[in-house]
């Protein structure tokens, strides 16, 4: 079973129970705004599910509303940052009005921010970039209970650590943006959480039980095992999305200070509900780097070279990245979000938490 909410009551609700949380209702606008958001872009494991664990968060102290950025080091065309566990949808998007006006002044930025509670979809700040005709690459590690497991290992070690790059396409070519925002597990955690919640299986090759065995059952990554452990997820392209997750902890987490992990799953610090991540950006504008004319002949070409490829069987059409979000947005806009049973329900427990009643 399942509800829809139109974006606006889901926006407001969401917002009233981050202020009962201590936020802001400016922060409250801005968390919800980006939490909806993702779900308007179809990938719901980062959209308005997480709040229950946000408040919980909250409430352990691992989450500090109404904070702010802070700038440890500022080279004009380097930054260094600190999110102070700050909510990330409100840290994320200070640190990328920051490095968007260093690189639109010095032609390039590339910009350390460590210690940010749950950045959300990363997509959302190649966005913001790309709207400003910037060139983006983000690396993002997860410091919270490791959730998925190196290339021939049988347990969890790290975390799901996404990597995006945004690439403007010319605005007179009528194209949108490439877009690429991918977990480098095979699937993201919250999309485990997902499944769990609408009762399904998901298909074999994801996952991993709390013994190192294949399993189709979501819960192995969501809730205790009999034993007490978790299973985990499994990387995308067997050795080589393995390769990509290490590189995004050691650039996200090592290189930015905010760290990497290397303890226990059932450690204090992975029992708690925060999520911290790092986030190492490599901003560029194209028009100061003296490519611009040709960079966006070549770009349109290639991508219209893609488009005109002859669609396979049972296939509409061939796409790039970010569309199937975009369509997502339209459609989604119109028709409502779509929330099932047991995530309101955890969204309705969150609320009572902090005082509050949702319908």
Same mark, same amino acid.
């Given at each position: 079973?399942?509800?829809?909410?139109?974006?606006?009551?889901?926006?407001?609700?969401?917002?009233?129970?981050?202020?009962?949380?201590?936020?802001?209702?400016?922060? $409250?606008?801005?968390?919800?705004?980006?939490?909806?958001?993702?779900?308007?872009?179809?990938?719901?494991?980062?959209?308005?599910?997480?709040?229950?664990?946000?408040?919980?968060?909250?409430?352990?102290?691992?989450? @500090?509303?109404?904070?702010?950025?802070?700038?440890?080091?500022?080279?004009?065309?380097?930054?260094?940052?600190?999110?102070?566990?700050?909510?990330?949808?409100?840290?994320?998007?200070?640190?990328?009005?920051?490095?968007?006006?260093?690189?639109?002044?010095?032609?390039?930025?590339?910009?350390?921010?460590?210690?940010?509670?749950?950045?959300?979809?990363?997509?959302?700040?190649?966005?913001? $970039?790309?709207?400003? =005709?910037?060139?983006?690459?983000?690396?993002?590690?997860?410091?919270?209970?490791?959730?998925?497991?190196?290339?021939?290992?049988?347990?969890?070690?790290?975390?799901?650590?996404?990597?995006?790059?945004?690439?403007?396409?010319?605005?007179?070519?009528?194209?949108?943006?490439?877009?690429?925002?991918?977990?480098?597990?095979?699937?993201?955690?919250?999309?485990?959480?997902?499944?769990?919640?609408?009762?399904?299986?998901?298909?074999?090759?994801?996952?991993?039980?709390?013994?190192?065995?294949?399993?189709?059952?979501?819960?192995?990554?969501?809730?205790?095992?009999?034993?007490?452990?978790? =299973?985990?997820?499994?990387?995308?392209?067997?050795?080589?999305?393995?390769?990509? %997750?290490?590189?995004?902890?050691?650039? =996200?987490? %090592?290189?930015?200070?905010?760290?990497?992990?290397?303890?226990?799953?059932?450690?204090?610090?992975?029992?708690?509900?925060?999520?911290?991540?790092?986030?190492?950006?490599?901003?560029?504008?194209?028009?100061?780097?003296?490519?611009? %004319?040709?960079?966006?002949?070549?770009?349109?070409?290639?991508?219209?070279?893609?488009?005109?490829?002859?669609?396979?069987?049972?296939?509409?059409?061939?796409?790039?990245?970010?569309?199937?979000?975009?369509? %997502?947005?339209?459609?989604?806009? @119109?028709?409502?979000?779509?929330?099932?049973?047991?995530?309101?329900?955890?969204?309705?427990?969150?609320?009572?938490?902090?005082?509050?009643?949702?319908?």
């Amino acid at each position: 079973m399942s509800k829809t909410i139109q974006v606006v009551e889901l926006t407001a609700s969401i917002a009233t129970i981050l202020i009962a949380s201590g936020s802001s209702e400016k922060e $409250a606008n801005t968390v919800a705004s980006n939490l909806v958001m993702a779900n308007l872009s179809g990938h719901d494991s980062h959209g308005v599910g997480m709040l229950p664990r946000y408040v919980n968060a909250v409430l352990e102290g691992g989450l @500090k509303p109404n904070t702010s950025v802070k700038t440890l080091l500022d080279l004009g065309h380097m930054l260094t940052l600190d999110g102070q566990r700050g909510y990330g949808q409100v840290i994320g998007e200070q640190a990328m009005q920051m490095g968007i006006a260093r690189a639109q002044k010095h032609g390039s930025c590339i910009m350390t921010l460590s210690n940010s509670h749950h950045l959300g979809r990363i997509g959302h700040w190649a966005e913001m $970039a790309t709207n400003a =005709g910037l060139v983006s690459m983000h690396f993002v590690n997860v410091m919270a209970r490791p959730s998925v497991a190196p290339w021939g290992g049988a347990d969890g070690r790290f975390g799901t650590n996404p990597c995006c790059i945004g690439i403007p396409l010319p605005l007179n070519s009528g194209k949108e943006p490439f877009l690429l925002d991918f977990a480098t597990s095979r699937v993201a955690q919250g999309k485990m959480r997902v499944a769990y919640n609408e009762g399904h299986t998901v298909a074999p090759g994801l996952l991993i039980d709390e013994t190192g065995a294949p399993t189709v059952n979501p819960g192995v990554v969501v809730v205790p095992q009999s034993n007490g452990l978790f =299973g985990a997820l499994m990387t995308f392209g067997e050795h080589k999305g393995y390769g990509m %997750a290490v590189a995004c902890e050691l650039l =996200g987490g %090592a290189l930015t200070g905010g760290g990497t992990w290397h303890e226990p799953a059932n450690s204090p610090r992975g029992q708690q509900q925060a999520v911290l991540n790092g986030m190492l950006t490599v901003l560029i504008d194209p028009a100061k780097l003296g490519t611009q %004319a040709s960079f966006e002949s070549e770009a349109q070409a290639f991508v219209g070279w893609l488009q005109q490829a002859p669609p396979s069987q049972g296939v509409e059409a061939v796409q790039i990245a970010g569309d199937p979000e975009r369509r %997502a947005r339209v459609q989604r806009a @119109k028709d409502g979000i779509v929330i099932d049973d047991q995530t309101w329900a955890d969204i309705v427990a969150a609320a009572a938490k902090v005082g509050v009643t949702v319908r």
